[in-house]
């Protein structure tokens, strides 16, 4: 007849299986999201760093002018 003992534990070895292929596909997906935040941080803060320096040189050499 039917071997339910093996049944049982094909069935048990599947959700296994795909418990953990939705564990690994949730955590790619984590680390994917945070290397795009991440990303766009550094990118959004070098833009505000160059905005900073452009205003920063422009007051310079507005003290610069005055100097001469």
Same mark, same amino acid.
């Given at each position: =007849? %039917? $071997? +339910?003992?093996?049944?049982?534990?094909?069935?048990?070895?599947?959700? /296994? +299986?795909?418990?953990?292929?939705?564990? %690994? +596909?949730?955590?790619?997906?984590?680390?994917?999201? /945070? @290397? @795009?935040?991440?990303?766009?941080?550094?990118?959004?803060?070098?833009?505000? $760093? =160059?905005?900073?320096?452009?205003?920063?040189?422009? =007051?310079? =050499? $507005? +003290?610069?002018?005055?100097?001469?």
């Amino acid at each position: =007849g %039917v $071997d +339910v003992h093996m049944i049982s534990k094909i069935c048990l070895l599947c959700i /296994t +299986v795909q418990s953990i292929v939705y564990s %690994v +596909v949730l955590f790619s997906m984590l680390l994917l999201m /945070t @290397v @795009v935040v991440e990303s766009c941080r550094f990118l959004f803060f070098q833009a505000e $760093d =160059g905005i900073r320096d452009l205003v920063r040189s422009r =007051g310079l =050499g $507005d +003290v610069y002018k005055r100097q001469r």
